[in-house]
């Protein structure tokens, strides 16, 4: 098991690419799977069956939603606090346990609504 922190002054990165790969992109494609369900209700509710049901002026704000709620849910991240222990002559970044915390919890609940 090979484990290779990023130096100090890169954490920032790695801070970025653990937001966009876990929060954003899992809240992001929890809203956009509401939105798909939402979509089909309106269509087979309005009885013509027509995809278009939804303006593309409807469209953008539904997308801009999600992006600024997803973008939103990973603000706190960008506070946390890190800090480098050293473990057998190996260095390991470890963030704060309260951030690490809630960001699980929060994580938690996007997984299950997603999974639902």
């Not at 209700?41 to 709620?69: D, H, K, P």
């Not at 050293?86 to 609940?109: A, H, M, P, R, W």
Request: proline content about 3%; hydrophobic content about 50%.
């Amino acid at each position: 098991d090979v484990r290779v922190p990023p130096p100090a002054e890169h954490t920032w990165i790695f801070k970025i690419a653990y937001q966009t790969a876990n929060s954003f992109g899992a809240t992001a494609a929890t809203i956009g799977k509401l939105y798909i369900v939402i979509h089909r209700f309106v269509v087979i509710r309005s009885g013509i069956m027509a995809e278009e049901v939804w303006s593309s002026r409807v469209t953008s704000v539904l997308i801009l939603a999600a992006v600024i709620v997803s973008a939103g849910q990973c603000i706190p991240l960008f506070y946390c606090g890190h800090t480098f222990l050293n473990v057998g002559g190996k260095s390991i970044l470890f963030f704060d346990d309260e951030c690490v915390f809630t960001n699980k919890i929060l994580s938690s609940y996007i997984y299950f609504a997603y999974s639902a």
